[in-house]
């Protein structure tokens, strides 16, 4: 069993699109979070959930969503896709707010054309 | 605000040579330390974390870092590498309930 699963794996897409990536954790984990890992590999947080309420919201564009329908799982909604928002996705959850040591999911490599 | 370094973009090393892996941090607070690895299309795995207590910290795969409070680094070492090591690594630094800072990851190639 995958502790940490997202879909889709690969997502290519035009602009101005709206797009979706889903991810569910199986750990029984509190809290939820996504990164965005760019071109250079570097990552950063955008959002975390703990028991369905947002936590942090980075400075990203509200064309970005998430929506937690439960603790188990947390989804992303992308709007109007531009081409830089061409990257790798993650979702990882951790046991509670203390983050000592989150679990990845494998990523979602979205790339706008 | 907390930040991190992490020195070297890319490491070249031969198998079965030593390797350490520099990472430095900022922060004015007690701080929480973490190393993961990322294999080549895959997510981060967690390597190893210092939370308290011991300064030398052993953490999967044959990997062990030290905690220096002094010179703020948490460097990552492992005595002889295998050509399964190839991946991305990366040092992350966190305070409290603060969120999860990562470095900007060191390549490591491993040379047979």
């Known amino acids: 069993d995958t502790a940490v699963s997202q879909t889709p794996k690969y997502l290519v897409t035009q602009m101005g699109n709206d797009k979706s990536i889903k991810c569910e954790q199986n750990?029984?984990?509190?809290?939820m979070y996504w990164y965005k890992q760019d071109s250079k590999k570097f990552l950063k947080i955008m959002f975390s959930?703990?028991?369905?309420?947002?936590?942090i919201n980075e400075t990203v564009p509200n064309r970005f969503s998430p929506k937690s329908p439960d603790k188990a799982h947390l989804n992303l909604h992308i709007n109007s896709l531009e081409l830089g928002d061409s990257a790798v996705y993650f979702c990882?959850?951790?046991?509670?707010?203390?983050?000592?040591?989150?679990?990845f999911g494998s990523g979602t490599r979205l790339t706008v054309v | 605000a907390q930040s991190v370094t992490q020195l070297d973009s890319q490491v070249p090393v031969f198998e079965e040579a030593p390797v350490e892996l520099r990472c430095n941090y900022s922060?004015?607070?007690?701080?929480?330390l973490f190393w993961y690895v990322q294999y080549p299309n895959q997510g981060l795995q967690l390597l190893l974390k210092?939370?308290?207590?011991?300064?030398l910290v052993k953490g999967i795969n044959g990997f062990e870092a030290e905690f220096n409070k002094s010179q703020t680094s948490f460097h990552l070492r492992k005595p002889s590498v295998h050509i399964s090591d190839t991946a991305e690594y990366f040092c992350?630094?966190?305070?409290?309930?603060?969120?999860?800072?990562f470095g900007p990851g060191t390549s490591l190639s491993v040379i047979p």
């Open positions: 990882a959850s951790s046991q509670d707010l203390t983050g000592y040591g989150y679990t």
């Open positions: 750990l029984g984990h509190d809290t």
């Open positions: 959930y703990n028991n369905k309420e947002l936590i």
């Open positions: 922060s004015s607070v007690s701080v929480y």
């Open positions: 210092y939370l308290s207590g011991s300064t």
């Open positions: 992350a630094v966190k305070t409290s309930y603060d969120k999860v800072i």
